[in-house]
């Protein structure tokens, strides 16, 4: 599976953003899908997750509310709405697909993951 990720960008402190991520070569219904970030100088963190199906979504404390992900299966996309953006949410954003079963814990963490895409940086301004 290829994943391309976009929809990074500038945006001040408050505003909103949207991450795309397309999935090429695979059957797209067969995978869980997550957004991880990774500031300058830090590890990555999981940001995001939602299951094959799309039924389940799971978030990390530091995006509840502000950030909703979902998936459109016509497009083979995973899409990640980020709203009220801050100046700590900064990162380059990368999107990845698993073959597992949902599992809030297993989706967090990111050795599950077996494709990723190549980042989309996400500059928030103060």
């Known amino acids: 599976v290829q994943l391309q990720a976009s929809g990074g960008g500038l945006v001040q402190t408050g505003g909103s953003l949207r991450l795309s991520c397309a999935a090429s070569?695979?059957?797209?219904?067969?995978?869980?899908m997550g957004w991880f970030r990774q500031a300058p100088g830090e590890a990555r963190d999981f940001v995001a997750a939602?299951?094959?199906?799309?039924?389940?979504?799971y978030y990390a404390d530091s995006v509840k509310g502000r950030f909703t992900v979902s998936r459109d299966s016509a497009k083979n996309t995973v899409n990640m709405q980020m709203n009220s953006l801050k100046p700590e949410d900064t990162a380059v954003y990368y999107c990845?697909?698993?073959?597992?079963?949902?599992?809030?814990?297993?989706?967090?963490?990111?050795?599950?993951?077996?494709?990723w895409g190549q980042g989309t940086l996400v500059t928030v301004s103060s």
């Open positions: 990845a697909a698993n073959e597992y079963s949902w599992s809030e814990v297993l989706y967090a963490f990111q050795g599950r993951y077996r494709y």
């Open positions: 070569g695979g059957t797209f219904s067969n995978y869980g």
């Open positions: 939602i299951s094959a199906n799309g039924r389940n979504t």
